[in-house]
């Protein structure tokens, strides 16, 4: 069982920046693919960025491309994710996922999901 504990979402303006953290506990952190999605209101869950278990592939959805970017720290049990540029259509709760057999892009092929954390961007 993984335990999943994402923080550091919050209102910012558009073209501002915010760093999301995902804090995991319970199995092997570096055993594990991690990936971090997104589900606005009324909306499907949809695929952010992904990053494999030794940080040596990362892939983003193209929306996103540029202006966030996936790290991992396998010491401190964390994944972050650096949001640059921000845009309104950006505001969703934002969700970190875990995975032991790979970095997928498609939200059911996960095992593990946190609670999320809201981050909203005004115009």
């Known amino acids: 069982q993984v335990q999943l504990v994402e923080s550091g979402g919050g209102l910012v303006q558009a073209g501002g920046s915010l760093r999301l953290s995902c804090a995991a506990a319970g199995r092997t952190f570096s055993q594990l693919h991690m990936g971090w999605f997104r589900q606005a209101p009324g909306k499907e869950r949809e695929f952010v960025a992904t990053?494999?278990?030794?940080?040596?592939?990362?892939y983003y959805a193209d929306s996103v491309k540029g202006r966030f970017t996936i790290s991992r720290v396998n010491a401190q049990n964390t994944v972050n994710l650096q949001m640059n540029s921000l845009k309104p259509e950006d505001t969703a709760v934002y969700y970190c996922a875990a995975d032991p057999d790979r970095a997928w892009d498609i939200p059911n092929e996960y095992d593990y999901w946190g609670q999320g954390t809201q981050v909203t961007v005004s115009s």
């Open positions: 990053i494999t278990w030794g940080g040596h592939y990362t």
